[in-house]
């Protein structure tokens, strides 16, 4: 398994297919014995209600050029004080890991199409891109120069909701241009993951989100 200490992880704690919704906690990987896996504890925290339960650690691999999600299951022992290598203490999870990792994708849940019209917007590095399909996990988008863009970068991100607008961090997963598809060289295309998903971002993109699916609905029920 390759996973190791210092390696950031995304905590999958609960999936919800009747809400299409998915929650997922940022985190660290602090020791890794196996089958014993030490994580930090994310923000907010996994409560202690979850003692036993199933969760699914994923982080990121480069292969080929492309940053490739993998995940493996675990099963949560206790909630610890660590001490760290430096000292002093932080808050910790001790899980079991209970499976094999394999390629493991956190945009599984519902994504939408979004249009200009639509009052959903995005730039990067302030320069903006076009949005092609978006969830709560991640975005597809176009983009032209002076944008340049590289899989496993982390870059800086604003999304315009109904006019308000919400910094968050992305982790571009994958790139190419339009030349691949027999498009415009100069046009390119990417797929990025969300990384730091605030409470106020989530319900804002998750209202927004299921907006345009009930207009598309009410468009496609017309005669």
């Known amino acids: ?7 950031s992880a995304r905590i999958v704690t609960e999936i919800d297919p009747a809400r299409d919704k998915i929650r997922v906690g940022n985190s660290v990987v602090y020791d ?15 409560p202690k209600s979850m003692f036993e339960k199933e969760i699914v ?7 080929k050029g492309d940053m490739v999600r993998y995940g493996f299951p675990a099963r949560i022992a206790e909630f610890i004080d660590y001490t760290l290598s430096a000292g002093g203490q932080v808050k910790a999870i001790s899980a ?3 499976g094999e990792a394999a390629p493991y994708s956190i945009r599984m849940f519902f994504r939408v199409n979004a249009t200009e019209q639509n009052r959903l917007r995005m730039s990067i590095h302030g320069n903006r891109v076009n949005i092609l ?8 988008f176009s983009y032209k120069g002076p944008l340049a863009l590289e899989a496993g970068e982390i870059v800086e991100a604003q999304l315009d909701i109904d006019g308000r607008y919400h910094r968050l961090e992305v982790c571009i997963l994958r790139n190419w241009t339009g030349e691949d598809q027999g498009m415009s060289p100069r046009l390119a295309f990417a797929t990025a993951e969300f990384l730091d998903m605030s409470n106020a971002i989530d319900h804002a993109l998750s209202r927004k989100i299921r ?13």
Do not use: H
């Open 133 to 140: 399909d978006i969830s709560l996990g991640g975005v597809r």
């Open 96 to 98: 079991r890991i209970a």
């Open 57 to 63: 650690v994923t982080y990121l691999v480069k292969e």
């Open 1 to 7: 398994m390759n996973i190791r200490p210092g390696l």
């Open 32 to 46: 890794v014995r196996e089958p014993t896996i030490i994580l930090a504890q994310t923000d907010p925290p996994v």
């Open 211 to 223: 907006s345009i699916e009930r207009e598309s609905l009410a468009r496609e029920a017309l005669p």
